[in-house]
């Protein structure tokens, strides 16, 4: 049995020690965050606890196949240096911390390790399952195997040095990566040589003034004109390309033309239009966010609608309890979307 703190990696350990101030770490931890090596964690999604149950499946199982229960959501990089207002992760700042996690990590965990030890954390997250009486037996076999990962738990995982190694891991596994950027590292983008096998960017704001009040950026180099040449890089990377949007109502949720000319610079295939939930750290006083700022479906499609008119994409599906809607740039795009897996 691994001694506490440990996690099993092959024949090796792998200490459980994060790299963060101890008093967030225990915070985290008490909202379920599992932590691998010195800045890795992984959390058990809703959807993989609803799925496992027979329950719903997420918008990624309706919008592109996977299956929601045999996939890990993870982070390969536990800071951020944006503070959203919208995000429902914890700000360390909002709780009295100011710590930046590219000057905290000396040697940065190896990528074998990373992906072993998150792994072996998702067997554990599930592990309880098996004895619910709601449980599909056969669902919870194959989430102990799992095929997918999603790199958008918390963070900014191209933090992470070594991404190329990392989605390669990943991939020899056989694990599908949905890797999410909030757009502002430009030279690790550029960096990319191994392809994820499905690349994430949030679009926080339509325009230069929203985008700073909103994504209360850390670092000097998180400006409008950085988010604009990361953009325009991404539109080169040779993978499915994806743009998720959060729309806050009295916020960004205007100015359909900003986002049309946004994705006229990324050419994502797909766009995800979804609602701002008032849920975790959004409810933090110090945002000054609330409850009525969450759009309803119809305002939710009518403005995706309004995008879709004014960048030339179209409303190819709808899912209910994310409450995001997908645009899809043409008919081929929507015809593949549904991504063939190996496991």
Not at 29 to 54: D, E, I, M, P, R
Not at 231 to 248: G, I, Q, Y
Not at 296 to 321: P, R, V
Request: glycine share 8%; aromatic share 10%.
């Amino acid at each position: 049995m691994p001694e506490e703190g440990m996690v099993l990696v092959g024949k090796n350990k792998l200490t459980v020690e994060p790299h963060l101030p101890e008093k967030l770490a225990a915070t985290m931890k008490k909202q379920g965050y599992h932590f691998v090596g010195k800045h890795s964690a992984t959390k058990l999604c809703n959807y993989t606890s609803s799925s496992l149950k027979n329950g719903e499946t997420c918008y990624k199982h309706r919008f592109y196949g996977i299956r929601s229960w045999r996939c890990i959501q993870a982070t390969p990089a536990i800071g951020c240096n944006l503070a959203c207002t919208f995000c429902w992760r914890i700000i360390p700042e909002e709780e009295g911390f100011r710590w930046n996690e590219l000057n905290a990590v000396g040697n940065w965990d190896d990528p074998d390790s990373i992906v072993e030890g998150l792994i072996n954390e998702h067997k554990v997250l599930v592990s309880g399952y098996k004895g619910h009486a709601d449980v599909d037996i056969g669902r919870w076999h194959e989430a102990r195997d799992p095929a997918h990962v999603a790199l958008s738990l918390t963070g900014e995982p191209l933090f992470y040095p070594r991404m190329n190694a990392l989605l390669e891991a990943f991939h020899r596994r056989h694990i599908s990566t949905f890797l999410v950027t909030n757009g502002t590292m430009v030279s690790a983008l550029k960096a990319l040589t191994v392809m994820p096998t499905q690349l994430y960017v949030s679009i926080q704001a339509p325009n230069k003034e929203e985008y700073g009040r909103i994504t209360r950026p850390k670092a000097l180099n998180s400006t409008w004109e950085n988010f604009l040449s990361f953009l325009s890089h991404f539109s080169t990377m040779k993978t499915r390309r994806v743009f998720r949007l959060t729309l806050v109502k009295g916020a960004n949720m205007s100015d359909a033309d900003g986002y049309a000319n946004l994705i006229s610079i990324g050419r994502p295939h797909y766009v995800e239009v979804k609602g701002f939930s008032y849920v975790g750290g959004a409810r933090n006083e110090k945002r000054n966010l609330s409850y009525t700022q969450m759009p309803g479906k119809e305002e939710i499609l009518a403005f995706a609608g309004e995008i879709a008119k004014k960048s030339g994409y179209f409303l190819a599906d709808y899912h209910e309890s994310s409450r995001v809607a997908l645009l899809c740039s043409d008919e081929s795009a929507s015809a593949s979307r549904i991504i063939p897996f190996e496991k």
